[in-house]
């Protein structure tokens, strides 16, 4: 069984910056995919950032609304994904959802997910 704990949420200022951490057991994340999603009050959730293996250069996806202020990145030897988050926008504001894929490839099925972690980004 596969669990994700997402920590790092909270409230920041408009173009503030947070860390979130993922946290996973029941699989080593270093063989698939990891993602983060979000999902805003009222929205569909949506994508935000992937990783793919070490045997494929750790390469990373970005929606394009976050390229360029936001990173994601794991710790194999912790198991843990992070998500970096610079400069946040008030628009943001969103429960951050991290997601195990079902392999090490870009797109996949992300088939376990956490509880979310929120980020409240104030204006």
């Known amino acids: 069984q596969v669990q994700l704990v997402e920590s790092g949420g909270g409230l920041v200022q408009n173009g503030g910056s947070l860390r979130l951490s993922c946290a996973a057991s029941?699989?080593?994340?270093?063989?698939?995919?990891m993602g983060w999603f979000r999902q805003a009050p009222g929205k569909e959730r949506e994508f935000v950032a992937a990783?793919?293996?070490?045997?494929?250069?750790?390469?990373?996806y970005y929606a394009t609304s976050v390229k360029g202020r936001f990173t994601i990145s794991r710790d194999n030897a912790k198991n843990t994904v992070y998500l970096q988050l610079n400069s946040l926008k008030p628009e943001e504001t969103a429960v951050y959802y991290c997601?195990?894929?079902?392999?090490?490839?870009?797109?996949?099925?992300?088939?376990?997910w956490g509880q979310g972690t929120q980020v409240t980004v104030s204006s």
């Open positions: 990783i793919i293996g070490p045997w494929t250069g750790s390469r990373t």
């Open positions: 997601a195990a894929g079902n392999s090490n490839s870009y797109p996949t099925d992300f088939a376990f």
């Open positions: 029941g699989r080593t994340i270093s063989y698939y995919t």
